[in-house]
């Protein structure tokens, strides 16, 4: 006979009456007890449980059914000694009758019932005795439809794979896999709890003495209105937490670039009135510049931080990356700082947000009972505040550390602004000290230059950074370069002004200069020769000035000559004498003599223009040909040579031919 549980979707059998030897019931004992039967069940031990099955955590990733079985064997032997029948006791384990039945008798048949309250054996010896009967069992909804890829999703695991990218892998990769993202989430899931706990996976709770430990943080609370710039910028809060009291520090700040760093901590150590032994900070630059990823890996600090460490006499103790509980007190902090303060309030502004601030972190965040030391922090602050270290005598000037690179116009970038340094420097890497008022540049250890910082005006350039030989060629100005020609006479300053003047349209600025600077290595008296000498044959080019004082020309004395004044003609062939005047100098001369005459521009000007009549538009330019060609023929620069048919070109190509001819 059955009745109906108390829980929906279970029966509950009423205790069973003797039976004969034929097996039929006697029908006078239904109902009665087995104390009233005359038939007293065997004294068994009860075992107090603490947790009901439906309570029961399971370690491994086991199934909710399994950590039912487990708490049910555990309980099995906690309501026997109350004389309930088996009606009662399925309801109370949260297990059918049937499955109650049938554990009872597995662990009597076993003899685990029997015996001392207090000797019960362990959960683990009763699920052995259980599982040695029963065997185990799963449902079909426990079995995962992706077991069979078990295996090869260990194996993405081991590569630190998110289900996500297992999934998509097995899909992409595996035309038979079948299985869901969610499928793949769970095996994820039971395969991560069967994975054994390592040592190093637990976090070892650190308990600090007074003033000997602080940790900091930035955490990111929303757009506030900047006053200066009058618009929404982001916002950080910066937070110094004392370790043993928990007493914090909080102020709000437009960015975490490293002058604002140390200006938090010194307002911090300021407002507790005293530094502690060891900051605890994150890995941001401003503090770390190459965090340590491993014991065997030293952490590279900013030389602006150390400074301010060693200013003040405390040490920094990086946190390891990726691990905010080690610095769990701060991390908690700011959740608590953003919660309780920036979460109902809103501000006009910073100023606003930092004025209301202060007055929390007294009245609210240092009146509170904190959650781990039980106590107010401001009481415990009163105990640590005789153990911290005292303010150093002297204020911090905020001194900014940065490692820059030298440009190739030898100049070092720092805050949108160029600073000369030495040149033989350029590519390498440097060391910048800035403090409110300097800049100091370090090579090696050793300061190279220092500049005045924030100096308005165009960025400066000096002349003891740049090589010798190459700073006059900043200045682009023909001032400048005639005064440097002055400095070597009156003659030199002549030339040069004939340079500039050479060319109506081509700026002559780098053939002065070059000239200018050759002439400075020689003494005064060789340079105004040579300009002498290269102003005498028309020679305006660098090179000419460069040969005579390579050849030692200028040591020789100007050729004297008599040339008879002739009256200036409008025809080519009336200045027959003249174009051949060269020809009174020795033959040794004429090369360089004609470069000057009236014949070799008319020549140049021919091989420059392919057209006859743009270069002589004029009616005589036939007979001038005819007197150059003449000319060039009887110095023997040229060479005739018979053209077969000359006479048959018409009149107006015949000078054409000729052209070519030479």
């Given at each position: 006979?059955?009745?109906?549980?108390?829980?929906?979707?279970?029966?509950?059998?009423?205790?069973?009456?003797?039976?004969?030897?034929?097996?039929?019931?006697?029908?006078?004992?239904?109902?009665?007890?087995?104390?009233?039967?005359?038939?007293?069940?065997?004294?068994?031990?009860?075992?107090?449980?603490?947790?009901?099955?439906?309570?029961?955590?399971?370690?491994?990733?086991?199934?909710?059914?399994?950590?039912?079985?487990?708490?049910?064997?555990?309980?099995?032997?906690?309501?026997?000694?109350?004389?309930?029948?088996?009606?009662?006791?399925?309801?109370?384990?949260?297990?059918?009758?049937?499955?109650?039945?049938?554990?009872?008798?597995?662990?009597?048949?076993?003899?685990?019932?029997?015996?001392?309250?207090?000797?019960?054996?362990?959960?683990?010896?009763?699920?052995?005795?259980?599982?040695?009967?029963?065997?185990?069992?799963?449902?079909?909804?426990?079995?995962?439809?992706?077991?069979?890829?078990?295996?090869?999703?260990?194996?993405?695991?081991?590569?630190?794979?998110?289900?996500?990218?297992?999934?998509?892998?097995?899909?992409?990769?595996?035309?038979?896999?079948?299985?869901?993202?969610?499928?793949?989430?769970?095996?994820?899931?039971?395969?991560?709890?069967?994975?054994?706990?390592?040592?190093?996976?637990?976090?070892?709770?650190?308990?600090?003495?007074?003033?000997?430990?602080?940790?900091?943080?930035?955490?990111?609370?929303?757009?506030?209105?900047?006053?200066?710039?009058?618009?929404?910028?982001?916002?950080?809060?910066?937070?110094?937490?004392?370790?043993?009291?928990?007493?914090?520090?909080?102020?709000?700040?437009?960015?975490?670039?490293?002058?604002?760093?140390?200006?938090?901590?010194?307002?911090?150590?300021?407002?507790?009135?005293?530094?502690?032994?060891?900051?605890?900070?994150?890995?941001?630059?401003?503090?770390?510049?190459?965090?340590?990823?491993?014991?065997?890996?030293?952490?590279?600090?900013?030389?602006?931080?150390?400074?301010?460490?060693?200013?003040?006499?405390?040490?920094?103790?990086?946190?390891?990356p990726y691990s905010p509980e080690k610095k769990g007190g701060v991390e908690s902090a700011v959740k608590y700082v953003k919660r309780n303060f920036f979460a109902p309030?809103?501000?006009?502004?910073?100023?606003?947000?930092?004025?209301?601030?202060?007055?929390?972190?007294?009245?609210?965040?240092?009146?509170?009972?904190?959650?781990?030391?039980?106590?107010?922090?401001?009481?415990?602050?009163?105990?640590?505040?005789?153990?911290?270290?005292?303010?150093?005598?002297?204020?911090?000037?905020?001194?900014?550390?940065?490692?820059?690179?030298?440009?190739?116009?030898?100049?070092?970038?720092?805050?949108?602004?160029?600073?000369?340094?030495?040149w033989r420097l350029m590519g390498k890497k440097v060391w910048v000290q800035a403090t409110p008022k300097t800049i100091a540049v370090y090579w090696e250890d050793t300061?190279?230059?220092?500049?005045?910082?924030?100096?308005?005006?165009?960025?400066?350039?000096?002349?003891?950074?740049?090589?010798?030989?190459?700073?006059?060629?900043?200045?682009?100005?023909?001032?400048?370069?005639?005064?440097?020609?002055?400095?070597?006479?009156?003659?030199?300053?002549?030339?040069?002004?004939?340079?500039?003047?050479?060319?109506?349209?081509?700026?002559?600025?780098?053939?002065?200069?070059?000239?200018?600077?050759?002439?400075?290595?020689?003494?005064?008296?060789?340079?105004?020769?040579?300009?002498?000498?290269?102003?005498?044959?028309?020679?305006?080019?660098?090179?000419?000035?460069?040969?005579?004082?390579?050849?030692?020309?200028?040591?020789?004395?100007?050729?004297?000559?008599?040339?008879?004044?002739?009256?200036?003609?409008?025809?080519?062939?009336?200045?027959?004498?003249?174009?051949?005047?060269?020809?009174?100098?020795?033959?040794?001369?004429?090369?360089?003599?004609?470069?000057?005459?009236?014949?070799?521009?008319?020549?140049?000007?021919?091989?420059?223009?392919?057209?006859?009549?743009?270069?002589?538009?004029?009616?005589?330019?036939?007979?001038?040909?005819?007197?150059?060609?003449?000319?060039?023929?009887?110095?023997?620069?040229?060479?005739?040579?018979?053209?077969?048919?000359?006479?048959?070109?018409?009149?107006?190509?015949?000078?054409?031919?000729?052209?070519?001819?030479?």
């Open positions: 006979m059955e009745s109906a549980c108390k829980r929906p979707g279970y029966k509950t059998a009423v205790s069973s009456p003797n039976r004969d030897e034929f097996g039929q019931t006697d029908r006078s004992e239904i109902g009665q007890t087995d104390r009233e039967r005359g038939n007293p069940r065997p004294v068994v031990r009860g075992v107090v449980c603490l947790r009901s099955s439906r309570d029961f955590v399971s370690p491994g990733g086991r199934s909710e059914s399994e950590a039912n079985r487990d708490g049910s064997i555990a309980r099995i032997g906690a309501v026997a000694p109350h004389g309930h029948g088996v009606s009662r006791d399925g309801p109370t384990l949260g297990i059918t009758p049937n499955t109650e039945r049938q554990y009872r008798e597995i662990l009597a048949a076993e003899g685990l019932l029997v015996g001392a309250v207090d000797a019960l054996p362990e959960l683990v010896e009763l699920k052995a005795a259980v599982v040695k009967h029963v065997g185990e069992k799963r449902t079909p909804q426990q079995t995962s439809s992706v077991e069979r890829w078990s295996k090869t999703v260990q194996a993405m695991m081991a590569k630190e794979a998110t289900p996500k990218a297992i999934y998509d892998c097995l899909r992409l990769e595996h035309q038979e896999f079948a299985g869901s993202l969610p499928a793949i989430k769970r095996l994820y899931a039971r395969l991560c709890g069967e994975t054994p706990v390592e040592a190093t996976d637990i976090a070892i709770p650190v308990l600090s003495a007074p003033g000997e430990i602080a940790q900091v943080d930035f955490r990111y609370v929303g757009k506030l209105d900047d006053p200066v710039q009058g618009v929404l910028r982001k916002a950080w809060v910066f937070v110094m937490v004392l370790t043993y009291s928990r007493h914090l520090f909080a102020r709000v700040v437009f960015d975490q670039l490293v002058p604002t760093w140390m200006a938090l901590h010194v307002e911090a150590f300021k407002h507790f009135g005293g530094v502690v032994e060891t900051v605890v900070p994150d890995n941001l630059k401003a503090a770390v510049v190459r965090a340590a990823f491993g014991v065997s890996e030293q952490p590279a600090l900013n030389r602006s931080y150390r400074e301010l460490a060693r200013h003040y006499g405390f040490k920094i103790d990086p946190a390891p309030r809103d501000f006009a502004d910073i100023h606003d947000a930092n004025r209301r601030l202060d007055a929390w972190t007294v009245e609210i965040a240092g009146q509170r009972i904190h959650g781990s030391t039980h106590e107010r922090p401001l009481e415990r602050f009163e105990i640590e505040r005789s153990s911290l270290r005292t303010l150093p005598p002297t204020p911090f000037e905020c001194v900014q550390w940065k490692q820059v690179t030298v440009h190739t116009d030898s100049q070092i970038e720092f805050e949108r602004r160029l600073y000369p340094v030495p300061r190279v230059a220092t500049h005045q910082r924030n100096k308005p005006g165009p960025p400066e350039v000096y002349d003891q950074y740049l090589p010798d030989q190459r700073s006059p060629l900043r200045y682009p100005s023909q001032s400048f370069w005639l005064e440097r020609a002055a400095r070597l006479g009156d003659e030199v300053v002549a030339y040069v002004r004939e340079v500039f003047a050479c060319d109506d349209v081509l700026s002559q600025l780098r053939t002065v200069q070059a000239v200018v600077t050759h002439l400075e290595k020689f003494p005064p008296a060789r340079a105004q020769a040579a300009c002498r000498r290269a102003q005498y044959y028309g020679n305006y080019t660098y090179p000419g000035v460069r040969d005579i004082l390579r050849q030692g020309l200028d040591r020789e004395p100007l050729p004297v000559v008599v040339v008879p004044a002739a009256t200036p003609t409008e025809r080519p062939r009336e200045a027959g004498d003249e174009l051949f005047t060269f020809t009174q100098f020795p033959p040794a001369q004429w090369k360089a003599l004609r470069t000057t005459n009236a014949i070799e521009r008319i020549n140049e000007e021919f091989r420059r223009r392919t057209k006859m009549q743009a270069s002589l538009p004029n009616e005589d330019a036939e007979d001038a040909v005819v007197l150059l060609m003449f000319g060039l023929l009887c110095n023997g620069q040229i060479r005739l040579r018979r053209m077969v048919g000359w006479k048959d070109l018409p009149r107006t190509n015949r000078s054409v031919g000729m052209a070519e001819a030479a």
